[in-house]
């Protein structure tokens, strides 16, 4: 393969690390060699992808700092070579009026006006990107002054019609998100609320233009921009929707969405030849050493994987409330795990938190919901460490913000994407020589047997846990 076929094309930024893993799913599963990173990186170093994902933290910031963190992805994302910018966020478009997603959108738009990517489709180099973005750049919509806004991911249940966000059959403001925390969403017209976010003029590509096809949907976008619309909502009901979708952004310089647009962008830089036909964009290096699981959710999905794997295999229960009376809980945690793991016959742990959510309830009485939610992750953090220092490199782990815990503790900042475990969970590897194999699910996501499942898929053709998993 030519250096060329080596650069990545596609550079996304998320706002949350499980919707990055997400849309690194998406790509993998496109035919795109996914790299994700856990923040902006540090250094210039070219990574060999087709398509990296930033995942960055800024969902709930305040707009300036979520903007500050996104012109900084892209910064790095440019210095890559990336050809085409897709800025990700959550399929139910969790935001409030004060942003975060009509500030970031137009902070890149301007970002991108100022300094155009060093791909993008302009009248003399378009026919080198292919022919999709030569009509793109033709009928105008390589610019930077427009670009689109679509969370519908069909697949889990959002679409969006005539502007409206369903979830399942209900509408958004109706489907229990008007309850969130954080990002409750009350108004379902997805024009309406990112017209609330931006100055810029917000408008609507219609479900009947999408239904006939990419050149429909292009031949809209240039009416929009006539009309000074700087962003436009995309109705989407299906996968081909998406996929027509897709095609129409093809060489616009920032698509935004949820990971569901994703579907239709790989093929662009494939139709362009600038992508291979063929490749098997979900390998991974094969990984030798021991393995262990982590759980920390305590989510439903996660209690019964942890029901699932203690009926048949060791598993050692963390007590929050045991740590917080200064008993040695890392310690013995780890002495188990070395028990099980120097074994003759070695065999995986599970160390795990999850509890049900009385037991949570009494922990968080006594601690404090968010001390208690801090000790724990700080717990598996540690146990995390201790583990690989046992010649732990494979890692299975359950929830979100422990995942995230987890990362920091290995101190790991890139991840290449592999093949899906289930659904949003691909396994992954770290870039370094000597590299860890992780699966990272969000609480709720997997099969009761998602645990033994993961392990499986990361061993690959490690003979070590063979009988284990046999
Ligand atoms: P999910 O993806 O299910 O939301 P997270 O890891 O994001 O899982 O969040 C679960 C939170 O609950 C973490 O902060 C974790 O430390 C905390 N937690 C887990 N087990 C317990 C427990 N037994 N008592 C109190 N808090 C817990």
């Known amino acids: 393969m030519n250096d060329s076929l080596n650069r990545p094309l596609l550079g996304c930024i998320a706002d949350d690390f499980t919707g990055a893993t997400d849309l690194a799913n998406m790509l993998v599963r496109g035919g795109m060699r996914t790299v994700q990173t856990i923040g902006v990186p540090a250094t210039a170093e070219a ?160 479900y009947d233009q999408v239904a006939r096809g990419a050149a ?33 952004c093809a060489g616009m310089p920032l698509v935004t969405g949820g990971s569901g647009v994703a579907l239709g962008l790989p093929e662009n830089f494939r139709r362009a030849g600038v992508l291979a036909a063929r490749i098997d964009a979900a390998g991974l290096p094969s990984v030798e050493g021991l393995s262990a699981v982590l759980a920390g959710s305590a989510s439903k999905a996660t209690n019964a994987q942890v029901a699932e794997w203690r009926a048949s295999r060791p598993a050692f229960r963390l007590d929050p409330l045991a740590a917080a009376r200064g008993e040695p809980v890392v310690e013995q945690a780890l002495a188990f795990a070395r028990e099980h793991l120097e074994a003759a016959q070695p065999q995986p742990v599970l160390v795990y938190a999850t509890a049900t959510p009385d037991e949570v309830k009494a922990v968080q009485r006594e601690l404090g919901a968010s001390e208690a939610g801090h000790l724990v992750e700080t717990l598996l953090a540690a146990i995390a460490r201790g583990l690989r220092e046992l010649g732990v490199r494979k890692f299975v782990v359950a929830g979100g913000e422990t995942s995230g815990a987890v990362v920091q503790a290995l101190e790991i900042h890139t991840l290449r994407i592999g093949a899906q475990i289930d659904p949003g969970v691909p396994a992954t590897a770290t870039l370094d020589a000597q590299p860890l194999a992780l699966a990272l699910k969000s609480g709720n996501f997997g099969t009761p047997d998602f645990f033994a499942k993961a392990l499986r898929q990361l061993d690959g053709l490690s003979p070590l846990n063979a009988a284990e998993h046999a």
């Open 47 to 206: 990574v060999v992808a087709d398509a990296l994902v930033v995942a960055l933290k800024s969902r709930t910031l305040p707009a300036s700092e979520a903007v500050a963190q996104a012109l900084e992805a892209l910064a790095w994302l440019r210095a890559q070579g990336c050809r085409q910018i897709f800025f990700k966020y959550c399929s139910t478009f969790d935001s409030t009026d004060a942003g975060n997603i009509g500030p970031v959108t137009d902070a890149l738009l301007d970002a991108l006006a100022r300094e155009p990517l060093a791909g993008t489709a302009t009248a003399t180099n378009a026919a080198a990107i292919g022919t999709a973005a030569a009509t793109a750049s033709a009928t105008g919509c390589a610019d930077v002054s427009f670009t689109i806004a679509c969370p519908a991911f069909p697949e889990n249940g959002r679409t969006l019609y005539r502007g409206h966000l369903f979830v399942g059959d209900a509408l958004l403001n109706e489907s229990g998100m008007e309850n969130h925390p954080l990002t409750p969403m009350t108004d379902a017209n997805l024009v309406r609320v990112l017209q609330r976010q931006t100055p810029s003029k917000v408008g609507l590509v219609r």
């Open 216 to 248: 429909a949907v292009r031949e809209r976008f240039a009416v929009l921009r006539a009309e000074g619309v700087r962003m436009a909502l995309a109705d989407a009901l299906s996968d081909a929707d998406l996929c027509t979708l897709g095609e129409a």
